[in-house]
């Protein structure tokens, strides 16, 4: 099974107005509102390509209520501690450009961690555990590490989508992917990163510190994969970009929702390049036709 932690979740507002304009009322020419957070995305997509998995996570109030409802309807199994205060709602203001405004969310308590641990010792050898977004204030910056410590061990593989120290310290615990983005990479050495070649001799050491496989994620320039000593390139197809939210996230769930399928790191890659794109040409998650489309237009060579 996959198990997916959501340690922030939001309820994401998108709003559309033609002509914003600051002290003035802007009325609002269409809205929509979607279930978000980084590892809910990856639970939503996984289930457009027909694998379970179960998202955990912190939700509250009639904002959280939203969130397990819907996640529901769509069909996905959810295990959510319940807290005290409501989850935060997030504002994707698009007037031409796109501006984001994300809240804090809310404190958690002693209580409210243990039984999210109490959830987590479910987990068996064999299933993935995606740990995805920030680390929230209530929880110490090292809970990514840990968690990944003391379930590798237990032969759970360990998927971090994180960047920053975050990242640095979870490569020490041999974690089964990460997905830093060529920034991030840039980030993690604390240097500017500009060419291909650097990209790959970043992205092997990335490796070398721990991870059993890295992808790198480069907006329109494709991906790379490294696995078993090897990389690939993934070509991006061509479309129009409506939607960057979520892309890496559909990246994740198409790469390891194949894998665990079919134990193919090639395939599994091609999907996750597929549903990637798929979330940024359209504007909510990958719909499974879209990926379906653009799966062999994703071409992967070996570098």
């Known amino acids: 099974m996959i198990y997916t932690v959501t340690l922030n979740p939001s309820i994401d507002l998108v709003v559309e107005v033609a002509n914003f304009q600051i002290n003035q009322i802007n009325r609002i020419e269409r809205e929509r509102k979607f279930p978000g957070g980084k590892g809910i995305n990856v639970s939503r997509v996984l ?60 404190a958690l308590t002693e209580q409210n961690i243990r039984e999210l641990y109490k959830k987590l010792e479910s987990l068996q050898q064999g299933d993935f555990l995606v740990l995805a977004g920030s680390i929230p204030p209530s929880l110490p910056k090292t809970f990514y590490s840990d968690l990944t410590r003391m379930y590798r061990t ?55 510190m721990g991870a059993e496989n890295v992808i790198v994620s480069m907006a329109g320039d494709g991906a790379l994969l490294f696995t078993n000593g090897e990389v690939y390139k993934a070509s991006i197809p061509k479309g129009e970009v409506v939607n960057s939210v979520g892309a890496g996230d559909s990246l994740v ?45 994703v071409t992967i060579k070996k570098i």
Do not use: W
């Not at 694998?51 to 996905?76: C, D, K, M, R």
């Not at 994180?162 to 060529?182: D, I, R, S, T, Y």
């Open 47 to 106: 289930n457009t390509i027909g694998v379970p998995s179960v998202a955990l996570g912190f939700i509250g109030g009639f904002t959280g209520a939203f969130i397990q409802g819907a996640l529901e309807s769509e069909g996905i199994q959810t295990d959510l501690v319940k807290i005290q205060e409501d989850t935060r709602i997030n504002i994707k203001l698009k007037t031409g450009k796109e501006t984001e405004m994300n809240a804090q969310g809310p």
């Open 154 to 208: 237990r032969g759970v593989k360990v998927v971090v989508d994180a960047g920053g120290n975050v990242l640095a310290e979870v490569l020490q615990n041999k974690p089964f992917l990460v997905k830093p983005n060529h920034h991030e990479l840039s980030d993690l050495f604390g240097v500017a990163i500009k060419t291909f070649d650097e990209i790959i001799s970043y992205g092997k050491k990335v490796v070398e």
């Open 253 to 297: 769930a198409g790469f390891i929702g194949t894998y665990a399928k079919e134990q193919n790191f090639s395939k599994a890659f091609q999907m996750a390049v597929a549903s990637g794109s798929a979330t940024t040409f359209s504007e909510d998650l990958a719909s499974k036709e879209k990926i379906d489309f653009l799966f062999d237009q």
